[in-house]
């Protein structure tokens, strides 16, 4: 079985982000059960100059005045240009991992993983500023359309939660039969438990307080995410029992330092690696994942959910999306309602006076995400449905 890998993600240039990691977990777990395939990701905008001025003049520079619309569209037409390119009539099956990469591809055997919603979250990713609230609706249709005419060549589908199958099963149609839910899967070796020892030399190590409550939020700098409910929360507490670390990127950043800008027990860092980030995690006592409903987007199976989940750590999330469907409230974690500052506020409370109470939480917490999130056992789930597609496609 030869297999092609396409997204315009470049997973091998940004090391990062969900999507990212997820490609190069798939890609590792094929190589290490022996099969042949080969990626293609574009080299825009990380590498190619103009391109890089092109994201720069839209996201970097609000307050210029252009078409947001215009703009990206000329970038989602060189992502056009660079798939339509490709020959890939000697692999077996195409697995694509975004609606933009398949639009311009045609390929007999096209499989597709959803990871989130092309068009609300691309809206959703937009700055709040005068000329993109103009441009958001043609952005918005833009994308759906992009959306339709690619699932409309995907002979399967794999979606990340329940909620976006029954999104594209609704939105375009696509029978159910045709669909299987496949929650993310993570590194259990890279994130796991410490000891205490273990964790107070890497408090040194990253110049953290060895005794204080730290969480962590693991999250992109933007909406749907809901980290700004968590700054909002955090400010109301300057006691030096609790440490607080963002990490990520995103245009609400420069919103979370002012919120936050009379605490001196807060840390705000850019994104990082998995191969650096996971001391974070393993360094931290709590990971809050403050996940809110925004332009109709939620979470879906969050990976930094999960990597605090394997490293043992009480993990907290909102009953939004896909974590409702991992995080069993008291069992595994903790689950709070969304766009609650007070709720986050009550948990933290409630963690740092029981924390040794949580310790069955956590362990089953570690259980859980090894049972059933391990790359391997999830890049097989994965080849078991290129075989099934592979067959239909035969007879």
């Given at each position: ?21 997820h ?42 005045i ?60 937009m ?77 040194d ?54 919120i ?10 850019n ?15 709590v ?6 409903n ?19 750590k ?45 310790y ?23 080849v ?12």
């Open positions: 079985m030869k297999i092609a890998i396409l997204s315009t993600d470049n997973s091998k240039i940004i090391k990062y982000g969900g999507k990212h990691v490609q190069n977990l798939l890609e590792r777990g094929l190589v290490k059960l022996g099969y042949n395939l080969k990626t293609f990701y574009p080299p825009i905008p990380n590498s190619t100059p103009k391109m890089h001025r092109i994201f720069k003049r839209i996201f970097l520079k609000p307050k210029t252009f078409s947001y619309y215009e703009r990206y569209k000329e970038v989602i037409e060189q992502y056009f240009a660079f798939f339509s390119s490709l020959k890939l009539d000697c692999f077996n099956l195409s697995h694509f991992h975004d609606a933009i990469a398949l639009y311009s591809v045609n390929h007999p055997v096209s499989i597709i993983t959803l990871h989130g919603y092309l068009a609300k979250e691309t809206v959703n990713y700055p709040d500023n005068y000329f993109a609230k103009m441009d958001k609706h043609k952005i918005f249709n833009f994308c759906m359309e992009v959306e339709r005419k690619a699932l409309e060549k995907a002979r399967y589908i794999i979606t990340v939660d329940t909620r976006i199958k029954k999104y594209v099963m609704q939105e375009f149609g696509f029978p159910e039969d045709r669909i299987t839910v496949m929650y993310n899967a993570i590194d259990t070796d890279l994130f796991s438990p410490i000891t205490e020892e273990e964790k107070n030399l890497l408090r190590k990253l110049k953290l307080p060895k005794k204080s409550l730290i969480v962590l939020v693991p999250r992109r700098y933007v909406k749907k995410n809901g980290v700004d409910y968590a700054a909002m929360a955090f400010s109301k507490i300057k006691s030096k029992d609790y440490f607080f670390v963002f990490i990520g990127d995103g245009n609400l950043k420069l919103k979370i330092k002012e936050l800008k009379d605490n001196d027990n807060a840390l705000i860092l994104a990082l690696p998995n191969s650096e980030i996971h001391e974070y995690y393993k360094a931290a006592d990971v809050l994942i403050p996940s809110v925004s332009d109709d987007v939620e979470e879906a199976t969050s990976l930094s959910m999960l990597e605090g989940m394997a490293c043992g009480v993990t907290i999330c909102t009953n939004v999306g896909g974590m409702k469907e991992i995080v069993k409230h008291m069992e595994n974690g903790l689950l709070i309602e969304q766009k609650k500052p007070e709720a986050i506020i009550e948990i933290l409370q409630y963690v740092k006076n029981n924390y040794e109470g949580l069955e939480l956590r362990q089953k917490a570690r259980k859980y995400v090894t049972k059933n999130h391990s790359y391997i056992e999830h890049t097989k789930k994965t078991e449905i290129y075989k099934k597609v592979l067959a239909d496609n035969r007879r």
